[in-house]
């Protein structure tokens, strides 16, 4: 009978809880994918960076990402909150965690197979496995698509990303969605002497040698704005800054990782001359 038992109990704890009825996510790129799920009936909440698709702004915000106040998603009263391991700070995890709210903490994507998987963790979660099941094989089409196109290409573009916003440009080197982005374009990243993000000197900035300039919303957020790259030390000295070859891009679709990713690189992909 010991051995009965035991599957009982093991089945028992596979089946978990009921179906969240009230959900609250955080992190932009979660956002959407409850939505491409069409699971956004549950959300009574989301962070400052859902801003995708627009109605997600109609929700309640429980603040930024990494700066989250438990009481604010407390008074939301969710059974389920979904967030990646970039939210913080942890002892506001900690707090929630304690209060018996179901908590799915998602590794943040930043590559294409990223992306899929938290697609199938979260449609799991929310009783969407054959939505998500279809969701990951249509991102899967638009990839190969997208390759094919690439493939067309004999010279990759030189391309430099420079995060703009937030204290003194920086570039994105190795190991930023930034980088993954770039190389999913079909592009080759110039900055991979270097892990992570880092100013450049002029010096450095100019013999990158960069085709391109890649930047984010929030870096540029007008026409009109370009000037101010073209004003960062090195920048009017190189191809890209003599060419006039800047290209802006949303911070959510560029970066965010989420169910438009492909859509994002094959938009970058199409801006190379």
Known sequence: ?????????????????AAPERLVVVGGAVNEIVYALGADDLLVGNC???YYPPEANRLPKV???????????????????????KAGPPPVIRQLESTGVEILKLDAAETFDGVLENIRDIGAKLGKADEAAALIEKLKTEKAALDAERAEVENK??????????????????????????TLSGAENVA??????????????????PDYILTSSTGIQAPGQLKNVLAIPGVALTPAGK????????????????????EAATELHRSYE
């Open 1 to 17: 009978m010991r051995p009965f038992i035991i599957l009982m109990l093991l089945a028992v704890a596979s089946i978990g809880r």
């Open 243 to 262: 060419n006039k070859k800047f290209i802006e891009m949303d911070s959510l679709l560029l970066l965010g990782f989420g169910p438009r990713v492909i």
């Open 157 to 182: 573009p030189r391309v430099l990303f420079l995060l703009t916003h937030g204290g003194a440009p920086q570039a994105g080197g190795k190991g930023t969605t930034a980088d993954e982005m770039i």
């Open 48 to 50: 400052v960076s859902s």
């Open 63 to 85: 603040g930024y990402q990494r700066m989250l106040p438990a009481e604010g998603i407390i008074s939301l009263n969710p059974d389920l909150v979904i967030l990646t391991d």
């Open 192 to 209: 991979v002497e270097f892990q992570g993000y880092k100013p450049l000197s002029p010096e450095e900035l100019v013999e990158l040698k």
